[in-house]
């Protein structure tokens, strides 16, 4: 079992719409999770970090289900300019070292 | 404020050749992270730097070797390339401060075709 666990996708979201999706962690031990975001052949990108208590920043909203282990990442009102890959990152409490899940890609349609 | 920067952007080696990536991190940071990134795939993390110490590293065997210089910029070697080498290599930087780590930067990367 992979130690951060994503849906490949592709999510076909229309212009407008609100899309969601999980992430899935297998180490109890995690201690800090991120969303980063990666356009075809460049770099992943800081989206946002993810709280206990959940966060939003604009039309982007992260929650942290520590119990079951997974966290989350809803976007509202898509834009074309979202279509991207959507990467899970996990920080266990040792280090700095970060795990990343394989990614979901995300295409918004007009 | 400059971000992260690797060089070169794009290498082409051969297999059994060795090859050397380079990259300096986002002022004010002071630890480097590698790793490396297969087509249609999460990155890998290969080892992080800092100090000018190898703090931690992932499932990469001892072709992969790095090193950090006093101003915190990185190498990253690998020796006898094999096809499978072949990936979008990414430096990432952070900041430890009182043993709490903040979140990393990842730089453009290099994308190296072993042929």
């Known amino acids: 079992r992979k130690e951060v666990e994503q849906d490949p996708g592709p999510f076909n979201v229309p212009e407008g719409a609100t899309v969601a999706f999980n992430c899935t962690y297998s180490?109890?031990?995690?201690?800090?999770f991120f969303w980063y975001r990666q356009d075809c052949r460049k770099e992943p990108k800081l989206l946002m970090s993810?709280?206990?208590s959940g966060n939003e920043d604009g039309r982007f909203t992260a929650q942290l289900n520590r119990a079951s282990q997974y966290i989350s990442l809803l976007i509202r009102d898509s834009k074309l300019s979202d279509s991207a890959t959507y990467l899970c990152?996990?920080?266990?409490?040792?280090?700095?070292?970060?795990?990343f899940g394989g990614g979901t890609r995300v295409l918004v349609k007009p | 404020d400059a971000g992260v920067t690797q060089s070169p952007t794009h290498l082409i080696k051969t297999r059994g050749q060795q090859v050397t990536l380079r990259c300096s991190p986002k002022?004010?940071?002071?630890?480097v992270s590698w790793y490396q990134q297969a087509l249609g795939q999460g990155p890998q993390f290969i080892f992080q730097?800092?100090?000018?110490?190898?703090?931690q590293r992932g499932n990469f065997p001892d072709r992969f070797s790095g090193h950090q210089f006093p101003n915190y910029s990185s190498e990253l070697n690998v020796n006898a390339l094999l096809l499978g080498d072949s990936a979008l290599y990414l430096c990432?930087?952070?900041?430890?401060?009182?043993?709490?780590?903040?979140?990393?930067?990842f730089g453009p990367g290099t994308r190296l075709t072993v042929t």
């Open positions: 990432a930087s952070s900041l430890v401060s009182g043993g709490l780590s903040y979140e990393q930067y």
């Open positions: 180490n109890s031990a995690s201690q800090s």
């Open positions: 993810v709280y206990s």
């Open positions: 990152v996990v920080n266990r409490a040792a280090g700095n070292k970060l795990t």
């Open positions: 002022s004010g940071h002071d630890t």
């Open positions: 730097y800092y100090e000018e110490e190898e703090r």
